[in-house]
């Protein structure tokens, strides 16, 4: 076997250099990522075609007189040669360990048609280690172009969900995102804003005009993590800026102390700004009641509720509130009833209130004329705040988080917000895990063992929000016991440590990008996320040469 990667298929059928032609399909793969589960399914197969043949030294075939006999004994030698080359590599053998966990997991699984398909899904995580671990490494010049390929396929699934959120109507902003989830896509752009940055400050392009439409390009893609709405996105890039931050503090030490005095500053300020905002949420305006009008302008009486509406904004919500005015003239302007629910499955009634509020109207039929027709679809939407409407509005979003917060809290309801929802995920992933600690319930049987916990535990979740762990790891805790997620977090922590590839500033920021994931989202369930892991997490630590290393080293 050659690794040379030059290869030519006899009788002139097919020539060329393979290890050229699995390149392009890498290219493929990266551009498929943001833009086609079906090009990420393609590309993966050819890949695998192409690794049959890469090395394969058809130059001088073995003696035979059939030539068909020959061909296959080349391409057997070549697979034997892989596979000597896969045994011996003790890091890949650990890699791959995160697929056998699956595998070993079917011995006990009763659902046993789910636990297959898992394992579909998942197989990126055994063959692209083993593709790109036993293939030609890529140098530099073809490192940069795959990431640049990387880059403008992002870029090209940006504008297009800019292009759908403008032509189409839009519920919730993470629709906007066609080709694969949002969540994946914040990744992706994630990774994309990173690389960009690396190209500029390290100078791979000498032109200034190149460089200023890769700082441009940053810029568009920081702004659409906002009109994503994606809080993922934009948490990983604040963490990854302020580890970028403290490296540059600590490596150079005349600027330790002042560094460490404005991030101190920093972090000062920004719990104090997440207290204000928790305050105008908890603590109302004092009300003189007395002073509060009594009757609409149509002389129905109003009703000033402070215990059941919570506060917003400072102010009571319940306040100037007329039920009857408000069924009568929502009901002249909308098909959606009154008192059911909006297009997002929640209380109409309670939508319609707070956004009243929100724009300082009262809830009245006067308030109700008072909106556009516009304004009238974005309550049927679901929006229940004027301000959640705004792309660059951080502190809506952190109202949002807190209004949740607070209501499951008091009434332990974790429907009102996502957030919350996660946490009653994460509660129930626990109480599963300590049901069978030690192996786990089996590859199959997590949608078993949630629907049966959630029962047991007489969660408060609706049926429609009763999902997964949403976190990686305890989805591993829950799959194969404390056992497995021993060796999953060994797999992922230890073979980057043995190469030396946290030293890479790109394997760095992919790696936080992977874990904060994973803490947050089922990052290895879908088809997307588990072709990313595996794929960057595959080429960076097999599927380069040492100077694409020194060429990143931090």
Known sequence: M?????????????????????????????????????????????????????????????????????????????????????????????????????????????????????????????SLPILLATSKMLDWDRFQKLMLFLCLAVLAGSIVSIYVKLTRTIIDPREISVFISHIRFALLNCFTIFILLFF?????????????????????????????????????????????????????????????????????????????????????????????DKYTSQGNPYVHDIQHYGIESGKYVGLYISERELEQAWNSRSSLPYNGSDKRGQELRYTLIRYLHSKGYRKDAEG????????????????????????????????????????????????????MQRVEYWKTSIYIISKKPILGSGTGDLNLAFNKAYDETHSRLEPSYRHRSHNQFLAIGIAFGLIGLIIFVFALIYPPICLGKFKNYIYLVFFIIVMISMLTEDTLETQAGVTFFAFFNALLLFGVRMEVDKKSFI
Not at 216 to 236: C, D, H, M, Q, Y
Not at 386 to 410: I, M, P, T, W
Request: aromatic share 12%; net charge positive.
């Open 2 to 126: 050659k690794g040379s990667g030059d290869t030519v298929i006899p009788g002139n059928t097919f020539k060329g250099d393979i290890s050229s032609l699995m390149f392009y399909v890498m290219i493929l793969l990266v551009v498929s990522m943001p833009l086609s589960e079906f090009g990420m399914s393609v590309s993966q197969f050819l890949l695998l075609g192409l690794w049959i043949f890469e090395g394969a030294d058809f130059n001088s075939p073995p003696q035979g007189v059939h030539k068909l006999s020959n061909f296959l004994s080349v391409i057997g030698k070549n697979l034997a040669g892989k596979f000597r080359m896969v045994v011996k590599n003790r890091i890949l053998l650990i890699v791959i360990s995160i697929y056998l966990l699956h595998v070993i997991g079917l011995l006990y699984s009763t659902d046993f048609q789910y636990a297959l398909k898992d394992l579909r899904i998942k197989l990126p995580l055994l």
């Open 200 to 292: 500029v400050i390290r100078k791979v392009y000498r032109r200034p005009i190149i460089n200023i439409s890769l700082v441009l390009a940053v810029i568009w893609l920081i702004t659409f993590l906002f009109i994503l709405k994606s809080l993922t996105g934009l948490i990983i890039c604040a963490i990854i800026f302020l580890t970028s931050i403290l490296i540059f503090i600590f490596r150079r030490k005349k600027f330790l102390i002042p560094g460490i005095v404005v991030l101190l500053l920093s972090g000062v300020g920004a719990w104090q700004y997440i207290r204000d905002v928790n305050k105008e949420l908890t603590v109302a305006a004092p009300v003189q009641f007395s002073k509060l």
């Open 368 to 419: 109700v004329q008072k909106l556009t027709d516009g304004e009238v679809g974005d309550i049927e939407n679901g929006v229940a705040d004027v301000d959640y409407l705004k792309n660059f509005n951080v502190r809506a979003k952190l109202e949002q988080f807190l209004l949740g917060y607070h209501s499951y809290r008091n009434s332990d309801d974790p429907n009102a917000s996502s957030f």
